[in-house]
């Protein structure tokens, strides 16, 4: 069966597929132009894409008989795919849960203390050589220890990230989810948005789509204290940056941590601009095993559609 993988992936998953499968690994790291997602449609049995690899309705009608038949998506997030309309189609959908939670939650931990303590701006300070010395009411920031954490999202990523929160920092963990969470993991309370909005650090772990896109606008950060920082590690459209950017400079929240962006890789010039912005380019899971666990987990969703068995992880 002929397999194309739509970027380049870590040696041993490609040395895993091509034990089973016609490999074509494009050489780009930028996502599936147009006509690229109608030729992989037409022109390979099976496709392992990733985030940006937009495979929506309109793609699926351009090829309404596609040799296609899987979609083995490199990352826990698929919504960059019409799961519906890829079905309709005759393709199945996989992705890669698990592999990713603890990865993703580290850098959630990472963009709280990066800016609660400001390190990003502390550290363009010395490399701009204008850093004069210690003194005692220099670039003070927030204390997390015992802190209130409002997780926006309680599945693994979130679970995650408040065992970390509560056992490394003492915080107190209070979250939003949809539905209701019987076991969190660590002593929290569900709550409402309003509510977990109203913490000291705000983290969002949700998934994207249509139902939370700008989960995060103007309203919802009105409900943030002028104190608290935002941290996001999902998708960047369940915020509006353009809301979060003006609140941000009209001193309605202390700071943001950014993973994620709206219209990746283009960030919003006016959070740009800001020094109580921490940017990230989408660190979420880079790091080596991680990305090879991930890479492991969708070919072995694609051989186990070759063989005629059950999907490990299906959408």
């Known amino acids: 069966m002929k397999l194309l993988i739509t970027r380049p992936l870590p040696d041993e998953v490609l040395d895993a597929a091509r034990a089973r499968f016609d490999v074509t690994v494009r050489e780009s790291t930028l996502p599936l132009t147009g006509e690229e997602l109608r030729a992989s449609l037409r022109d390979f049995d099976l496709i392992l894409p990733t985030l940006g ?11 309404p008989a596609p040799r296609a038949r899987m979609l083995a998506n490199f990352g826990v997030g698929y919504n960059h795919i019409d799961v519906a309309a890829a079905r309709a189609a005759g393709l199945m959908v996989s992705n890669t849960p698990g592999a990713v939670t603890d990865a993703t939650a580290d850098i959630a931990l990472t963009l709280m203390l990066m800016t ?8 363009r300070m010395v490399r701009a050589g204008l850093w004069e010395g210690w003194h005692p009411t220099q670039m003070l920031g927030m204390h997390l220890s015992g802190k209130r954490i409002g997780i926006i999202g309680m599945g693994r990523i979130g ?12 915080m107190q963990v209070m ?20 509510e977990a909005m109203a913490a000291d650090v705000v983290v969002l772990a949700v998934p994207g789509g249509k139902d939370t896109h700008h ?5 919802t950060l009105s409900l943030m204290q002028p104190h608290a920082i935002l941290v996001n590690i999902s998708r960047g459209d369940v915020v509006d940056e353009a809301a979060l950017a003006a609140a941000l400079v009209g001193g309605r929240l202390a700071g943001a941590g950014l993973d994620v962006y709206e219209f990746e890789p283009q960030i919003n ?7 109580n912005v921490t940017l990230l380019p989408h660190l979420g899971t880079a790091a080596l095993e991680v990305r090879s666990n991930m890479g ?3 070919v072995d969703n694609l051989i186990a559609f070759a063989e005629g068995r059950a999907l490990p992880n299906p959408v």
Do not use: C, H, W
């Not at 690899?53 to 090829?63: I, K, N, P, S, T």
């Not at 303590?117 to 550290?123: P, Q, V």
């Not at 949809?178 to 660590?186: C, E, H, I």
């Open 159 to 170: 679970k995650a990230i408040a065992r970390r929160a509560q056992a490394g920092f003492g």
């Open 175 to 194: 979250f939003y989810n949809r539905s209701p969470v019987a076991d969190a993991g660590v002593p929290a309370q569900q709550v409402t948005l309003a």
């Open 116 to 123: 609660a303590r400001r390190a990003g701006e502390g550290e």
């Open 215 to 219: 989960l995060i606008n103007a309203e």
């Open 296 to 298: 492991m987990m969708a």
């Open 53 to 63: 690899d937009r495979y929506q309705a309109d793609v699926f009608a351009d090829v």
């Open 269 to 275: 010039p006016a959070l740009m601009a800001l020094e």
